[in-house]
């Protein structure tokens, strides 16, 4: 299993470009995740997706949209890229909530995309 | 509103000595709670979690968190650290009844190991 792939692992965009960010899992998750990670911040999430076809805002959304394509993708927008958005992306997934004991809770993160929006 | 605070935002100790990163979280009920390591420029991984079976829980690497209802803490520790214990560290909530599993993370403790 590869587990949670993100493409790409680096990006630079310039002020208004547009670009998506991609995720893949194989572990048959249904929910998945995107975070944003700035440096003494955390991880906060951008916006979740609880399964195939349903889509949900986090604690910070604006300026970003997403797709879950099918059961094993979940993609990122960027419809006009600020200078504010300027993060490292982490896309994570989780097993159905009905998964035995406390794994059920355990996210599983992919290997995080660095965009640098100039 | 349900929270975490990591008390330390670096801690620094010599290889062989013991860590402490310290967590405290802010909930009406027990939450699930959780550490995560991040070594650098590396995706998040599981290092533990508490369940409510039993309060002090050992993770992977030689890691321990205690659960403290009392304090609410969770802090994390291990006896004797080693070179590749350096990362960074975040202590997460699940709140109870949160929805989807989203969970609510620390800021992060980095940790330094000097030889």
């Known amino acids: 299993n590869a587990g949670v792939t993100q493409t790409p692992k680096f990006q630079v965009l310039k002020t208004g470009q547009s670009m998506t960010l991609q995720c893949a899992q194989d572990?048959?998750?249904?929910?998945m995740y995107w975070y944003r990670q700035d440096p003494g911040m955390g991880l906060r999430l951008i916006y979740y997706s609880a399964s195939e076809g349903t889509t949900d805002k986090g604690e910070v959304p604006n300026g970003y949209n997403v797709s879950r394509l099918n059961k094993r993708e979940f993609s990122l927008r960027l419809e006009s890229a600020a200078p504010s958005q300027t993060s490292v992306y982490f896309c994570?997934?989780?097993?159905?909530?009905?998964?035995?004991?406390?794994?059920?809770?355990?996210?599983?993160f992919g290997p995080g995309t660095r965009l640098t929006v100039t | 509103a349900q929270s975490v605070t990591q008390l330390d935002s670096h801690v620094s100790v010599s290889e062989g000595t013991p860590v402490l990163l310290r967590c405290n979280y802010s909930?009406?009920?027990?939450?699930?709670l959780f550490w995560y390591v991040q070594h650098p420029n590396k995706g998040l991984q599981l290092l533990l979690k508490y369940t409510s079976a039993a309060t002090l829980v050992k993770g992977i690497n030689g890691f321990e968190a205690e659960f403290k209802k009392s304090e609410t803490s969770f802090h994390l520790t291990k006896p004797s650290a080693h070179m590749s214990d350096a990362a960074e560290y975040f202590c997460v909530v699940r709140p109870y009844g949160g929805s989807q599993g989203n969970l609510i993370f620390g800021k992060g403790t980095k940790l330094s190991v000097k030889p």
């Open positions: 909930s009406s009920y027990s939450p699930s």
């Open positions: 994570a997934s989780k097993a159905h909530a009905g998964t035995s004991g406390l794994s059920s809770y355990e996210q599983y």
């Open positions: 572990m048959n998750h249904n929910s």
